[in-house]
């Protein structure tokens, strides 16, 4: 099969693509039976329904991509290429040490995306840099009908500190971007993936962190699609005194969906996650969370708490809303907390009785419902980005 | 002939007229009549479900009261065409019995919202200015502005908060419904000096109470006593008075008394 995507790719990645193409052939697509995606079934993230080895063949499908480095960070000694540039460089061994490694290619999604991605980007962040302003990756998908394949690998060093926003943008067609975080012992990060797209994009995207020792991450998810996203976060804690703090949201109108899980997985003990979900369904949309807390058995003092939201806008928008626990150490402190509710008509009536018009009325309210995630994202130009797409679409409305 | 252009009295700012409401199929006022003219005070009074809530609440518009009969007047205007948001805006206020909490919402954003809803944009320092000096007045400590619109508020405070927007948005007519309800004393005095200000600047005000109590600080120009659903007795201030001593069962027996006259 000729699967090479970049010009002189070394050994390492045509190995490792050989090696997900067949996986990717062989493994049946998982379907609704696989709890991963008993709400939407992987075939759906694939043009034609099936993972074929015309799909892995396929021509590579443009990708425009810009990124935003600040000049602190490049002072700082960090490095931010487009992946075949960052494979050509002095980075290709590191490169080789990760990819693949931490988010795994166990089923035939995974698989596929590693053996077939054509873009994305490489962050090296080097150990004790730390840099205040945001990293940003922009992608936009183009070809309707077709696969974009997306790969990101941000590696974060010792006591280092960086914050990388990935803006995908799946206009029509379809997209799957999986990226890989790697923070070394005492890191601290923040990943944040905003999605957005039309209503004939469909997007799967996984988001998998490698958290070391006393290393801190937040990795934060807002999702305002107007097609179909499925969207993972997975984090690991790998060291003790790691720290996890996860944030999202969704924002779904018309004939939107969004199916985000978040799986905290901790490894080892003395480790902390906190989930925070907000989900506002409009129209005939639908939009799901699931979260996992998972504690191995040998996790003990793991601290995990979980906290999803959802708010219905129309009697026909459906949200889904479940947390689930996985916990097999006995001394552990997790709490997990979901609720799905309409719109507080008397809260309507209220503040519409302050003069404010209906539409302004909910468009107070959901900001409001959506606000502790608002406050917590790590630049504020996304949560005005995000009042201004809920205003308009409420507006709209 | 028209009296009140000749005697020259005021036209009225709410007429209610043979008003008919239900919830849920449940009918609640059963024709009442209330006529209110500019810088009036009226104290309704009544017990617990005799429609004096419902009342304010249909006159504001809230979604679930259906209106059965009867017409409502604001300023001449058909008030039952108009729906909630332009009755605010054409100066129509309530404070609610049961202020509701908008988690998320700092009160400062709120208000300012609100301010801009009315057409009265004010610029961000000005309004900071007019915040403070409207928390001082109300003994309302500035740590507020930041807080959750009565997310987690004690009842004094919310009806604190409740009289704090009435000063602010300034309307024409307020319908204050139990704000009395709940408060210590001197957070009744509080309040009371508030709707004294409101009432001083010229705003008509429908007082809806329980309790006599209220009326010893906020003076009415007319007392009305609700009794399943419609105006059993109006008088002047010293109805209040007489109702303390003498109870609701006067006004019942009264009415029982008067429909076996008119049988």
């Given at each position: 099969m000729t699967l090479q995507r970049f010009e002189n790719e070394p050994a390492f990645l045509a190995d490792l693509r050989a090696d997900a193409a067949v996986r990717a052939l062989d493994l049946?697509?998982?379907?609704?039976?696989t709890h991963r995606f008993r709400?939407?079934?992987?075939?759906?993230?694939l043009p034609g329904g099936a993972c074929t080895r015309e799909l892995l063949e396929a021509p590579v499908v443009a990708v425009d991509a810009s990124f935003d480095v600040p000049d602190e960070a490049v002072a700082a000694g960090v490095r931010v290429l487009p992946f075949g540039q960052a494979l050509a460089s002095d980075l290709a061994a590191r490169i080789g040490e990760s990819l693949g490694e931490v988010s795994g290619m166990d089923d035939a999604l995974l698989a596929a995306n590693l053996a077939m991605f054509s873009a994305g980007a490489v962050v090296v962040v080097p150990d004790g840099a730390r840099v205040e302003a945001p990293i940003v990756l922009r992608f936009r998908t183009g070809d309707g009908g077709r696969l974009s394949a997306l790969r990101t690998l941000v590696l974060v060093g010792a006591q280092a500190k960086a914050t990388v926003i990935e803006e995908l943008d799946v206009p029509a067609g379809f997209g799957a971007a999986v990226t890989e975080v790697v923070l070394g012992p005492g890191a601290t990060a923040t990943h944040a993936r905003l999605e957005s797209g039309g209503p004939g994009g469909v997007a799967f995207t996984r988001a998998a962190y490698q958290v070391d020792r006393d290393a801190s991450l937040q990795h934060v998810h807002i999702l305002m699609p107007e097609g179909l996203v499925k969207v993972e976060a997975a984090p690991v804690i790998?060291?003790?005194g790691g720290r996890v703090e996860g944030l999202g949201m969704a924002f779904t109108a018309g004939r939107a969906r969004a199916d985000f899980r978040a799986v905290e997985d901790h490894a080892v003990g003395d480790s902390e996650s906190r989930v925070t979900w907000r989900a506002v369904a409009a129209d005939r949309s639908r939009s799901i969370f699931t979260g996992l807390l998972r504690i191995a058995p040998g996790a003990a003092r793991s601290q995990a708490f979980e906290e999803a939201r959802s708010l219905l806008l129309s009697k026909h928008a459906v949200a889904e809303t479940i947390p689930e626990l996985e916990i097999l150490n006995h001394d552990v402190r997790c709490t997990h907390g979901a609720a799905v509710a309409p719109v507080d008509e008397e809260a309507v009536f209220f503040l519409r009785s302050r003069g404010l018009t209906r539409s302004d009325a909910y468009a107070m309210l959901v900001e409001g419902f959506v606000e502790p995630v608002l406050s917590g994202l790590p630049v504020a130009a996304m949560a005005d980005r995000v009042r201004d797409r809920l205003r308009t679409a409420l507006a709209a409305a | 002939m028209n009296h009140e252009t000749n005697t020259g009295v005021a036209a009225p700012i709410l007429e209610v007229l043979g008003l008919r409401a239900s919830i849920s199929g449940k009918p609640i006022l059963n024709g009442v009549d209330l006529v209110v003219r500019p810088g009036e005070v009226h104290a309704i009074m009544g017990r617990n479900g005799s429609g004096k809530s419902t009342l304010s609440n249909v006159v504001m518009g809230h979604p679930a009261y259906v209106v059965d009969g009867g017409e409502i007047r604001y300023q001449g205007r058909d008030?039952?065409?108009?729906?909630v948001t332009e009755r605010a805006r054409a100066g129509i206020f309530l404070a609610f019995q049961y202020p509701v909490a908008i988690p998320g919402v700092g009160v400062a954003q709120f208000l300012r919202s609100a301010l801009r809803a009315m057409g009265r944009e004010v610029p961000a320092r000005e309004f900071r200015k007019q915040l403070s000096a409207a928390f001082a007045d109300l003994g309302i400590p500035d740590s507020f502005a930041t807080r959750h619109v009565n997310d987690g508020f004690s009842g004094g405070e919310k009806k604190r908060l409740e009289i704090l927007q009435m000063l602010l948005l300034q309307p024409k007519l307020a319908l204050l419904d139990e704000t009395d309800s709940g408060l210590d004393i001197d957070a009744l005095r509080t309040v009371a000096a508030g709707i004294n200000r409101a009432i001083a600047q010229g705003v008509s005000v429908v007082l809806v109470t329980h309790y006599q109590r209220i009326l010893e600080y906020v003076r009415p120009d007319h007392v009305h006593v609700f009794l399943d659903g419609r105006v059993a007795m109006s008088g002047g201030p010293e109805l209040a008075t007489q109702l303390e001593s003498r109870g609701y069962e006067w006004v019942e027996a009264d009415a029982v008394a008067s429909q076996a006259v008119s049988a």
């Open positions: 049946p697509l998982p379907d609704r039976a709400f939407t079934e992987a075939a759906a993230l790998r060291g003790p | 008030l039952l065409r108009m729906d």
